[in-house]
């Protein structure tokens, strides 16, 4: 699979998959948890959480994550992404503006929170699973 054929399909995966894994380290041992994602064109993923969170303690002490994204269904087979990168906590209004929905009043009071931060996770590699014979193939960003 040529590069853009890889873009392609991580793309695809990205557009219709939300819900994944990310893992931080905490004391030298992964840390996993369930969020919500949203990514732009460039391959950078977003996440919205509260400032006073493990997770974002986690990110200060190292930045360093790793996003599991897709595999639905029965689970064999399916397309997945494995994502390796860096994170880094962003309070600008407009990402926060932009990744903002009803469904976050149960954790914030408005986008205006001050609680309400956004993670932003560069990545690195993203390797695409199971999709086909000719995977994995690795995205290096």
């Known amino acids: ?34 969020m919500t994602f949203s990514n732009d064109e460039n391959f950078t993923f977003f996440t919205p959480t509260n400032r006073e969170t493990h997770k974002a303690d986690e990110i200060e002490a190292n930045p360093n994550v790793h996003i599991l994204l897709g595999y639905e269904g029965e689970g064999y087979g399916d397309t997945y992404l494995e994502v390796e990168g860096q994170a880094k906590i962003r309070e600008d209004q407009e990402i926060k503006d932009w990744l903002w929905n009803d469904h976050m009043d149960r954790w914030f009071d408005g986008k205006d929170d001050p609680e309400y931060v956004v993670l932003e996770i560069l990545p690195e590699s993203i390797r695409l699973m199971n999709e086909g014979a000719n995977t994995p193939e690795t995205l290096e960003l």
């Open 1 to 34: 699979m040529n590069q853009n054929q890889l873009k392609e399909e991580i793309q695809k995966v990205m557009k219709h998959h939300k819900v994944g894994t990310l893992a931080t380290v905490k004391g030298g041992k992964p840390h996993s948890r369930y």
